[in-house]
């Protein structure tokens, strides 16, 4: 059974930084994409970093290029997301998802196959 953990959310002041992490178990897939989705309230979830293990191949979002950095473990267990010149607009609840794709699938507007708990992210101006 996959289980995907979250942790290292929090409450940050605009221009702050945070680093989100991603245990991943029981995930027996040689393939394997991770991502960071994230929703805020009153609208829907989106991609937001996604990384191809095996590669190390990135895609991110337009609203966090240049300012989030999705990276992994040497293990390609824990996957991170060091999220840096926070803003108010980041505020939302953060998912770390996997799913068994191929690395030309794997990109944040794809579908992912499992899903964490989540963690929230607060940045106040």
């Known amino acids: 059974q996959v289980q995907l953990v979250e942790s290292g959310g929090g409450s940050v002041q605009a221009g702050g930084s945070l680093r989100l992490s991603c245990a991943a178990s029981?995930?027996?897939?040689?393939?394997?994409?991770m991502g960071w989705f994230r929703q805020a309230p009153g609208k829907e979830r989106e991609g937001v970093a996604t990384?191809?293990?095996?590669?190390?191949?990135?895609d991110y979002a337009d609203s966090v290029k240049g300012r989030f950095t999705i990276s992994q473990d040497n293990a390609r267990t824990t996957v991170y997301l060091q999220m840096n010149n926070l803003k108010p607009e980041d505020t939302a609840m953060y998912y770390c998802?996997?799913?068994?794709?191929?690395?030309?699938?794997?990109?944040?507007?794809?579908?992912?196959?499992?899903w964490g708990q989540g963690t929230q992210v607060t940045v106040s101006s």
């Open positions: 998802a996997a799913a068994p794709i191929g690395v030309g699938l794997c990109g944040v507007g794809r579908q992912f196959t499992y």
């Open positions: 029981g995930y027996t897939y040689s393939r394997k994409c």
């Open positions: 990384i191809y293990t095996i590669a190390g191949s990135r």
